[in-house]
């Protein structure tokens, strides 16, 4: 069955310092791969998403993720923090073909202060 | 219009009750989901509707009943739930069942079994 990791379940940074969360996924075959954000009290909202192409893709808000076939990963990269982006964050992954089952990660709990 | 809303937002309900979770989507999208997420852990899976027929049950107990009455509405009819039923429960929907389409989830219902 597919599985998703989330390395890390806590986060604290300082604003201004650069985040990376660890996503690794289980499955040999052909996926699609996102990263969900849920701020306090909202509900989830896509930040970006992979199906093809160039493994490097931009979300909104400045989030990019790279993905790596050969690790399984798909790591979420900003470069610079802020306040406004405190907020759970999910991995999720999709069977490519298959019928639109999202499995999600853990979740990292992100917490920025000023 | 690219919401997905839900109601009640939150719901206290005793282990006799009867009562129904509402969601509805006004994007023309033809398949629907309904996520069950406990505290501090990711959405897990629970019913795919495509073309307002069900195609998915994730072995959910049978006191959990989902109903599509149109393309635009969905519904989760509740009986005899357990106080261990406490959940955000997030609906969702996506054009159609392809896994390459995203899901767009809405705010959530919080239940409380007592």
């Known amino acids: 069955a597919q599985s998703v990791s989330q390395h890390n379940h806590h986060v604290i940074l300082s604003e201004a310092a650069s985040l990376e969360l660890g996503c690794n996924y289980s499955?040999?075959?052909?996926?699609?791969l996102f990263w969900y954000v849920q701020y306090p009290g909202q509900h989830l909202q896509l930040l970006l998403k992979?199906?093809?192409?160039?493994?490097l893709v931009k979300g909104i808000k400045g989030f990019e993720a790279e993905f790596i076939k050969s690790k399984f990963s798909f790591n979420l990269r900003k470069p610079s923090v802020q306040w406004s982006d405190t907020a759970e964050y999910f991995c999720?992954?999709?069977?490519?073909?298959?019928?639109?089952?999202?499995?999600f990660g853990a979740g990292t709990r992100l917490a920025v202060h000023p | 219009d690219t919401e997905v809303t839900q109601t009640p937002k939150h719901l206290v309900m005793g282990m006799t009750n009867k009562k129904s979770l509402k969601c509805e989507q006004h994007?023309?999208?033809?398949?629907m989901y309904w996520y069950k997420q406990k505290a501090k852990k990711p959405p897990e899976l629970m019913f795919v509707?495509?073309?307002?027929?069900?195609?998915i049950n994730e072995s959910v107990p049978s006191r959990f009943s989902p109903e599509c009455p149109n393309s635009s509405l969905l519904n989760l009819h509740l009986h005899a739930l357990q106080p261990e039923d406490s959940a955000l429960y997030l609906c969702?929907?996506?054009?159609?069942?392809?896994?390459?389409?995203?899901?767009?989830f809405g705010p959530g219902t919080r239940l409380t079994v007592l």
């Open positions: 969702a929907s996506s054009q159609d069942r392809q896994s390459y389409n995203e899901q767009f």
């Open positions: 499955y040999g075959g052909t996926v699609n």
């Open positions: 992979y199906f093809s192409g160039d493994p």
């Open positions: 999720a992954v999709k069977v490519s073909g298959g019928y639109n089952k999202l499995i």
């Open positions: 994007m023309g999208h033809r398949a």
């Open positions: 509707y495509s073309y307002e027929k069900l195609s």
